[in-house]
């Protein structure tokens, strides 16, 4: 038995799990998204890179510190790897990343290009932490897409200096990002993230 599997294995199941079924909600569409978990200080359990997230298993998952290094032999690991680890690195608290591919997700990304998302009058939000009012104002930005990945990653982290408060964002034409202290937790905010995310297409649709 490897070191994943004999000391990680709840971790490496609750990802697995938690990536069966979103792909079953459809936001993780064949290969698309990726996952991860905190193991220490120095460690987290990522996806491989093109693994189908509905059919993802342990040996999908491998282990890479923060600094990018692979610490699983002849293992690719996730091409967003480093929009986890800027997280890691920033924030202790964050146990979990999660990157989903919903349609929702990347259409609102497309029909609010360049701009941000201003999530407002839902109870859901209280689902978030820190919000304790449908009043309160959640603001997910949309960054532009890019296929350089440290480039990317330098924008989100310069972003979330100025703006310590943010809960996830957006990447144009492609996808969200959330986290939460846990796996659990950062499930729990992929799902109402999801809700609003298909809330504010359905307002734009029929609000004349
Ligand atoms: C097939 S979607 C294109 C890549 C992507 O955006 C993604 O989320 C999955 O990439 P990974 O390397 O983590 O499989
Ligand atoms: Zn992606």
Not at 1 to 30: C, K, Q, V, Y
Not at 50 to 74: A, C, F, I, R
Not at 151 to 177: N, S, W
């Amino acid at each position: 038995m490897d070191e994943l599997n004999e000391h990680h294995g709840d971790t490496a199941d609750a990802l697995i799990s938690a990536a069966r079924f979103f792909h079953e909600r459809g936001w993780m569409p064949a290969t698309a998204g990726n996952l991860s978990a905190r193991l220490d200080d120095d460690r987290m359990l990522i996806t491989e890179s093109g693994q189908h997230k509905g059919q993802l298993g342990p040996d999908g998952l491998m282990l890479v510190d923060l600094e990018g290094n692979v610490l699983s032999p002849d293992k690719q690991p996730s091409a967003e790897t480093f929009l986890h680890i800027i997280l890691y690195r920033r924030w202790p608290r964050i146990g979990a990343v999660m990157h989903t591919h919903s349609v929702n997700a990347t259409v609102l990304s497309r029909l609010a290009q360049g701009s941000q998302i201003h999530l407002r009058d839902y109870e859901i939000l209280t689902a978030l932490p820190e919000v304790t009012s449908h009043d309160a104002e959640v603001i997910v930005p949309i960054f532009g897409n890019e296929q350089d990945i440290p480039q990317l990653a330098a924008r989100v982290d310069e972003h979330m200096t100025q703006h310590p408060e943010l809960l996830g964002y957006l990447i144009e034409g492609h996808g969200f990002y959330t986290w939460g202290e846990d796996v659990a937790q950062a499930r729990h905010h992929v799902e109402a993230f999801e809700f609003l995310f298909e809330c504010e297409l359905n307002m734009r649709r029929l609000t004349p």
